[in-house]
């Protein structure tokens, strides 16, 4: 990258001070910038790291007394400086336009303007990808599956038949989408597989990240909703329901039928039994185990989880369980050599 | 899919009741049925959510007194209905048979009849891969594999050089199997690395979820039983050895040198240290840290496990431990106050 | 594999006793070896072990009164059978040299001398791939990235654009290295996707098992240092700095901004919060949650972790918890009839 303050401030918004000539060609925090770098000061606190920064240019909620070196002063330092990452993000991922020569397209699918398909790209038949999607080289779509405008797909995705995705949405490399639930009739010490023919619904603006596994339902559709963001290694397992907006950090793992509402926040590694229901707006805490339905807004936390404030209390306490247990051998032997004086 | 009732019911046997014509064009459960679905009624305690639902046709176990839309009649309704979908998902998921165009083989390796590989499969020198086998696009096979009769691997599964597998698998997508155990000598700070040069063995009718990590053997063989299931996610150490018929829900974590019995079933997120062996038939609950070798039959729950009895009598206690401490505290101070008064 | 004694003893050093022709085509533990297998002794103390071994030949310390089988005696037989097995190994994964008229190579890229590039593999654009880098088939390596020389990557693997990558490193299959890390700004119940656009940088020697996701920074660089293992299924998220020679094993989660220092021990399915120090020498044990900085040296284990000493002394109190209750119940029944008595 090679962007001027003046280019920058196109698409920030806000004000140059200093030489708006200025050319950066890196962007890093305040801390390990050096002087090709662009970096920013989040808010007027954090103006004192600013000035110690070797950045060679900033973006600034205001210019302090004698800061002497090229800056942007613009209100909302932080969404300026998001607004132009997502710029320069889209420049570094961009791919070539256009179905490369080794992709291999099937039968009766249809490709929106402006699609993108990677080297060793596999798209089966009958799928429909929306207008400027970007599937990344040696991505798999299975066959009849649909896919909304503007979503990326990385390298290694795999989607198996009949998924369906929405518009903008991201998925990171290697996670897959459509695998089959884990469902046996258990027949004399052996599991006579239940196929699993439902399917994959993914609404829009949502983000996947890398190694995560989302099942298809047994016979109806696993469903995550609209603007639900999954970070990476999470499993979604057969029939589960996710509501807007939800958030699942590292290797969340939900278990089959669940129901999660909307703009709930489950922190790394939670974990559910099968066939419950979240509410909206629940918050589970990191490593919790829910074992049971939860009540909308309920904050949880442990495993099996309890209401946070208890969890707190017991892993407080637990520092103290081998002394209590010394105490507690103490007192009955006080108390039965009190008897025995009396 | 598009089935009449008359077609169905050649395929599950039972009996017709109503327009053996009538069509269907999907399976859904009877909460989720449109007019277009075929639904089923597990058993006679269903039949009233049967009555209720907007099913096109079904499968039941009678049929009730004035029940009039068309069914099919039969004695276990759930196993029609799991014949059924098996056939619905042979026709969802088959691939085109031959080799694509696009597909690699290596020298010497041999063919099975009716072999399907997808487009951008690669598969090595020297393998045997069975009759029937379906190998969906992107998979990479490496040199001297051997895959037995029907088996599937889905898109982007790796087998690493030398793994054998047995009949009728299935492994579903971006799963390993034959990466290096983990394995280093310790010199001076530094790691070095012990080669793995053992392989895998996979039995017939395994399957292997989502996302899966089978290790090599550091010598010898790292063992799955035939008639395994395993879920999303699984880890699986070098040179553990698994007996037949086990299930490890998603997230099992089995480390190197394990032997785990016959029929074992291990809940999800459930790990083990190194160099134990679970006897037949242990049953582990979810999320449970296993320290000990475990005697066949056990059954445990915990981190780390203890019985099952045990660990839901601490887990309930748990609760009142806070409490505890006030009430130890409490009972001090009362005692001190009566030596006191004494 | 096909070696006579002679021929392995030029690779281990050490002296041949007995048939020096001796042909072995496999390598196994003393337990499992056949007559076709080489297997050894790591110390005198497993030399009644080796007498016992169906083995066709050993690597020995010393060789025993009366031992009549062909082998090698060599000071150090575990360090031999690993410098022979390195040999083994190699020969194994061997891949031919050169690109495979399937892969794909983008404008700009540098190849080094001894490359191999493997089926369906993609390399992007502007790349430089080091000399004798073995890409197995099927791997991505997005645009911009480097890699030093001798480093192999499996199939499957993915590097998204602009990772840096040291000498002589191993990645096993699937494993995702550049995935965003996992950002967003919080704008009325959505969250807005904050843009990743810094890199990942992995030193020398780094080891990096199956489906593992490595984060790329927000704006700087997520960095692993030379020497350090990874195990399977490992995640490092954004901006994590990992210093020389750490070992982390299956399932480690490491949460953002975490610095960890050098030659840190992190036992399976451990992970920590975000913006934490873990020093120097750490040693964290199985399954531990790391909620505070530690200082060098530290030892602790449990979720939330403890001092290793203390959450012992809690483990095994936890046992005798439900008996503790029961306890303080029947002390305070039994002071307040004193206290009536009084």
């Known amino acids: 990258?090679?962007?001027?303050?003046?280019?920058?401030?196109?698409?920030?918004?806000?004000?140059?001070?200093?030489?708006?000539?200025?050319?950066?060609?890196?962007?890093?925090?305040?801390?390990?910038?050096?002087?090709?770098?662009?970096?920013?000061?989040?808010?007027?606190?954090?103006?004192?790291?600013?000035?110690?920064?070797?950045?060679?240019?900033?973006?600034?909620?205001?210019?302090?007394?004698?800061?002497?070196?090229?800056?942007?002063?613009?209100?909302?330092?932080?969404?300026?400086?998001?607004?132009?990452?997502?710029?320069?993000?889209?420049?570094?991922?961009?791919?070539?336009?256009?179905?490369?020569?080794?992709?291999?397209?099937?039968?009766?699918?249809?490709?929106?303007?402006?699609?993108?398909?990677?080297?060793?790209?596999?798209?089966?038949?009958?799928?429909?990808?929306?207008?400027?999607?970007?599937?990344?080289?040696?991505?798999?779509?299975?066959?009849?599956?649909?896919?909304?405008?503007?979503?990326?797909?990385?390298?290694?995705?795999?989607?198996?038949?009949?998924?369906?995705?929405?518009?903008?949405?991201?998925?990171h490399p290697n996670t897959t989408i459509g695998s089959d639930g884990f469902g046996y009739l258990q027949e004399g010490g052996k599991h006579e597989k239940i196929p699993q023919v439902g399917t994959v619904e993914i609404g829009d603006d949502v983000e996947i990240g890398a190694g995560c596994a989302i099942d298809r339902a047994a016979l109806d559709k696993t469903v995550i909703g609209s603007g639900c963001k999954l970070d990476n290694h999470c499993h979604i397992a057969h029939n589960v329901e996710i509501g807007e907006n939800t958030i699942m950090m590292a290797y969340g793992k939900i278990s089959g039928s669940v129901k999660i509402g909307r703009n709930v926040i489950l922190a790394g590694d939670a974990s559910t039994v099968d066939n419950i229901e979240i509410g909206d707006g629940c918050i589970i805490g990191a490593g919790s185990g829910i074992a049971h339905s939860m009540k909308p807004g309920e904050v949880v936390w442990g495993k099996p989880a309890r209401p946070i404030g208890l969890e707190k209390r017991i892993v407080a306490t637990l520092g103290h369980l081998p002394q209590m247990r010394r105490d507690l051998k103490h007192l009955k032997r006080e108390l039965e050599k009190d008897r025995d004086h009396a």
Chains 1, 2, 3 share one sequence.
């Open 1 to 171: 990258m090679k962007y001027t303050l003046n280019d920058i401030v196109k698409i920030t918004g806000g004000e140059v001070v200093g030489d708006g000539d200025t050319v950066v060609t890196g962007v890093a925090s305040l801390r390990k910038a050096t002087g090709d770098d662009l970096s920013f000061a989040r808010d007027e606190a954090h103006l004192p790291a600013a000035r110690e920064s070797a950045a060679g240019a900033f973006l600034l909620p205001a210019c302090p007394d004698g800061f002497d070196r090229p800056a942007i002063v613009v209100e909302n330092p932080f969404l300026a400086m998001t607004t132009f990452l997502a710029v320069l993000a889209d420049a570094k991922t961009a791919q070539p336009p256009g179905i490369h020569p080794t992709a291999v397209v099937g039968e009766g699918t249809r490709l929106g303007e402006g699609v993108s398909l990677g080297a060793g790209v596999v798209v089966g038949r009958e799928c429909a990808i929306g207008d400027r999607c970007t599937i990344h080289p040696n991505v798999t779509v299975g066959d009849r599956c649909r896919i909304g405008e503007g979503t990326v797909l990385y390298a290694g995705v795999v989607l198996r038949e009949e998924v369906e995705m929405g518009c903008r949405c991201i998925v």
